[in-house]
């Protein structure tokens, strides 16, 4: 998608960093649609880095300790380019959600003066949610490159964690994964496309109790609790034929494998939203939840056109891989 405008060098858009510090997934989220919202808008792009993670993952709760090196990890693969250098003496403004009024006002006044403007913003809803077609601009920076596959593959993200204990809302059922999947299978043996089913989620080592005080909580539960392994019912995934079970592996190889998967199957969870903005040309299979999605994105909850939906993308697949 071609940008709007052509990109003004005195406005610049960056990721207010040290506002809502929360899991990597949900900033970098924020930092990649922010690029995406300057290519959309046509102004200049300035990077922020991660400054520092809320939330570390299941093993850094049940550890109640951070990995104190995964944010360095982080940012060194998660850097875009800065269009430029920001001037000391620019003017700084602050959103916590976007505008587009705003920053295309900001544009107009930085046409008749030589005022360097900065906008630092934390969310970019609702502009990314109502135009997700933005996101495509992100396929040109992603870092992730997907290695020849002998077969296909399809990463399935199962986002528990924390949720068994905060905002279980978002959770979604074992059932809801398994019906899909078992939809994909009959596809793929239709078409003859071998495959194979990559399980990505968390499980505790052993049962533990979660504080109030523990790293990651602040002020998200007021009493103990106690989370199990078996409270998670992986054993239902068993069934899938050719399972390949990725649990409790390190975030960022986790984000490779599911950004450069042929079929990600997204939990409701930024942490696998991201995943698929940066995933190339793989298909995306989504339950709805509170971020916009580009139109050939596969919605899940939709039974009637997902079936037809899925077969023409796997043999879209089938005849690239034939090609």
């Known amino acids: 998608m071609e940008s709007k405008y052509e990109r003004l060098s005195n406005v610049a858009l960056t990721y207010a960093n040290d506002v809502v510090m929360d899991g990597a997934g949900a900033q970098l989220h924020r930092i990649y649609t922010i690029y995406a919202l300057s290519r959309y808008l046509g102004v200049s792009y300035f990077h922020s880095p991660l400054f520092e993670l809320g939330y570390q993952g299941l093993s850094a709760l049940e550890k109640n300790e951070q990995d104190s090196k995964i944010v360095e990890r982080y940012n060194n693969l998660f850097t875009l380019p800065s269009d430029g250098v920001v001037p000391k003496s620019a003017v700084v403004h602050y959103l916590m959600n976007a505008n587009l009024d705003f920053i295309n006002n900001l544009k107009k006044e930085a046409q008749h003066s030589d005022a360097f403007h ?21 396929k040109t920076v992603s870092p992730f490159e997907a290695a020849p596959s002998p077969v296909f593959r399809i990463a399935i993200h199962v986002r528990r964690g924390d949720l068994f204990i905060a905002d279980a809302e978002r959770a979604l059922p074992n059932s809801y994964y398994m019906i899909l999947l078992q939809e994909m299978i009959k596809t793929l043996r239709r078409l003859g496309i071998s495959f194979v089913c990559e399980l990505y989620t968390e499980l505790p080592s052993a049962p533990f109790i979660v504080t109030p005080g523990h790293y990651g909580m602040a002020t998200r539960i007021k009493k ?16 899938l034929p050719h399972l390949k079970k990725c649990i409790n592996g390190d975030p960022i190889e986790t984000l490779r494998a599911m ?18 903005i940066l995933n190339k040309k793989g298909i995306i299979v989504y339950h709805p939840f509170w971020h916009g999605t580009p139109m050939e994105w596969l919605d899940g909850s939709h ?3 997902f079936s037809e939906r899925l077969f023409e993308a796997c043999s879209r697949w089938l005849k690239e891989r034939q090609s």
Not at 224 to 239: R, T, Y
Not at 259 to 276: I, P
Request: net charge negative; glycine share 0%; charged share 25%.
């Open 118 to 138: 900065l906008v630092k913003m934390v969310f970019t809803h609702p502009a990314a949610d109502h135009f997700p077609e933005m996101l495509r601009h992100l």
């Open 224 to 239: 103990d609790i106690m989370i199990a392994p078996e409270a998670n019912d992986i054993k239902e995934f068993d069934q």
């Open 259 to 276: 950004a450069t998967a042929d079929l990600l199957m997204m939990s409701r969870s930024d942490f696998s939203y991201t995943a698929a």
């Open 303 to 305: 039974q009637r056109s």
